[in-house]
């Protein structure tokens, strides 16, 4: 079965410093890749998504990840945070079910950004 | 386009009780999800339904049922609702052959 982990349950980090996310997986094949981001009280917001192809990927809001296969991992980054980045921020690896896509989660990241 | 609603946005519930969480989504898409939310253990896949009229279960399902009769509505019921229930349940849709899950606001319930 498939699994992720999400080693920091929070970080926190300065207005306009660099920020990374670390994700690890594992997964028998190769995955397909996730990050989505929950403000407080809200539902998740897809980041970016990994298929195939091109292992960095860019994302909305500035963020992007980059696939290693070698390290299985899907670090999130940005290289300049803005307050409003505050927020948690999930992992998750899916695998495609008979036309459905299930997913599993990390425990996510809390990020908190100081002024 | 509202996308995926949810309904109620919260609720207090009273253990042994029989609760419906509705999940409807106006974007046809084939697939829905229902996760539960619980603080230090990330989302967890409860059922899923590919298409409608099928079903499966996802990697916590003991407590829950679900029906898919139609595309747009997937509703969790919980048959007698216990303690270890309260959390945030949120329902997701994707398209079929799209891998990307979209997300409902979530309800957040308590059963005291």
Redesign the interface.
């Known amino acids: 079965a498939q699994s992720v982990t999400q080693p920091d349950i929070h970080i926190t980090v300065s207005e306009g410093a660099s920020l990374e996310l670390r994700c690890n997986y594992s997964y028998g094949a190769t995955p397909y890749l996730f990050w989505y981001v929950q403000s407080p009280g809200q539902g998740l917001q897809l980041l970016l998504k990994y298929f195939s192809g091109d292992t960095l990927v860019q994302g909305i809001k500035g963020f992007e990840a980059e696939f290693k296969r070698s390290q299985s991992s899907f670090n999130l980054r940005k290289p300049s945070v803005h307050w409003s980045d505050a927020a948690e921020y999930f992992c998750a690896v899916g695998i495609l079910t008979g036309g459905g896509n299930k997913l599993t989660f990390g425990t996510g990241t809390q990020l908190k950004v100081e002024l | 386009i509202a996308g995926i609603t949810q309904a109620p946005t919260s609720q207090i519930l009273a253990a042994g009780r029989r609760m419906t969480l509705r999940c409807t989504q106006d974007m046809r898409h084939?697939?829905m999800?229902w996760?539960r939310q619980d603080l230090?253990?990330?989302?967890?896949?409860i059922h899923?339904?590919?298409?409608a009229g099928t079903t499966?279960k996802?990697?916590v399902p003991d407590g829950y049922s679900v029906s898919r009769a139609n595309t747009d509505d997937f509703p969790l019921t919980l048959a007698s609702a216990v303690p270890s229930q309260t959390s945030v349940y949120?329902c997701?849709s994707?398209p079929?052959?799209?891998?990307?899950?979209?997300?409902?606001?979530?309800t957040r319930l308590l059963v005291l």
């Open positions: 084939n697939a999800y996760y230090g253990l990330g989302l967890r896949l899923y339904s590919n298409t499966g996802g990697e949120f997701a994707s079929t052959g799209e891998e990307t899950q979209y997300f409902g606001p979530g």
